[in-house]
């Protein structure tokens, strides 16, 4: 889910560091250079890209890498087109792990893999996914009273399903059941089987996608019984 307002946060700050770095470069006369901003990015975020000093050829260029690859290892990359100096904007990559940015002169004349430059290093942050989880209640429930079951966590897809089982049964020997309708959050209502025994609800993930029976969360035990005393 996207942060709108953390990524025009993300802008605005990019765009003073970017201005910042510009009247510093410019002012100094330094050589080839890039500055890469935010410095912390989450997967799918926009990394803002300055650059100066490049030698001008239509086919300069810069690339994004993991700091450990080596040049031949590169991710996104654009040519400058003859721009000694500008603003370029990648999209973060998917995995986590600390990035930077390399500079390279005139590939369409041979100018191979010799880097003239790099960036800070940039963080990419995998933020953590939320935890599968179904309770349900009340803990103990007579033949055909309701069942309250609240779920989160679940993946997303239409045909995730929870269904209720007696603790013990395979995942194949399923009971009542529900679709998520690709709700990741929410409440199901279930009614309470007619035999006494002891019960769980199960979540499996996509059925329609190929999902089977590989279950992704465990609800606590209800207990059904004729009397609730």
């Known amino acids: 889910m996207r942060r709108e307002p953390r990524r025009e946060a993300v802008r605005l700050l990019a765009a003073v560091a970017v201005l910042l770095i510009t009247s510093s470069i410019l002012a100094a006369g330094q050589q080839a250079t890039i500055s890469a901003s935010p410095v912390v990015?989450?997967?799918g975020d926009e990394i803002f890209v300055f650059y100066s000093g490049a030698a001008g050829f239509e086919s300069d260029w810069?690339?994004?890498?993991?700091?450990e690859a080596?040049?031949?290892?590169y991710g996104e990359w654009h040519y400058l087109y003859g721009e000694p100096s500008g603003n370029l904007t990648f999209t973060a990559p998917g995995e986590g792990g600390a990035y930077e940015f390399r500079m390279f002169e005139n590939?369409?004349?041979?100018?191979?893999?010799?880097?003239?430059?790099?960036?800070?290093?940039?963080?990419?942050e995998i933020e953590a996914l939320n935890l599968t989880?179904?309770?349900a209640s009340p803990l103990r429930v007579a033949p055909g009273g309701e069942i309250s079951v609240?779920?989160?966590g679940a993946p997303g897809f239409e045909t995730d399903w929870i269904a209720i089982y007696r603790v013990g049964a395979a995942n194949e020997e399923y009971g009542q059941w529900h679709y998520l309708n690709?709700?990741?959050?929410?409440?199901?209502?279930?009614?309470?089987?007619?035999?006494d025994g002891e019960y769980e609800f199960r979540m499996f993930e996509n059925w329609a996608g190929g999902g089977g029976f590989?279950?992704?969360?465990?609800?606590?035990?209800?207990?059904v019984a004729t009397s609730t005393a």
């Not at 690709?182 to 035999?195: D, Y």
């Open 41 to 43: 990015a989450s997967p």
């Open 62 to 67: 810069i690339a994004i890498y993991s700091v």
């Open 70 to 73: 080596a040049n031949e290892d």
């Open 107 to 124: 590939w369409a004349e041979g100018g191979g893999y010799n880097d003239i430059a790099r960036s800070n290093v940039v963080t990419v």
């Open 133 to 135: 989880n179904i309770t």
């Open 150 to 152: 609240d779920y989160s």
């Open 182 to 195: 690709g709700e990741t959050s929410g409440t199901l209502t279930f009614t309470a089987p007619r035999e």
């Open 214 to 223: 590989s279950e992704i969360a465990r609800s606590n035990m209800v207990y």
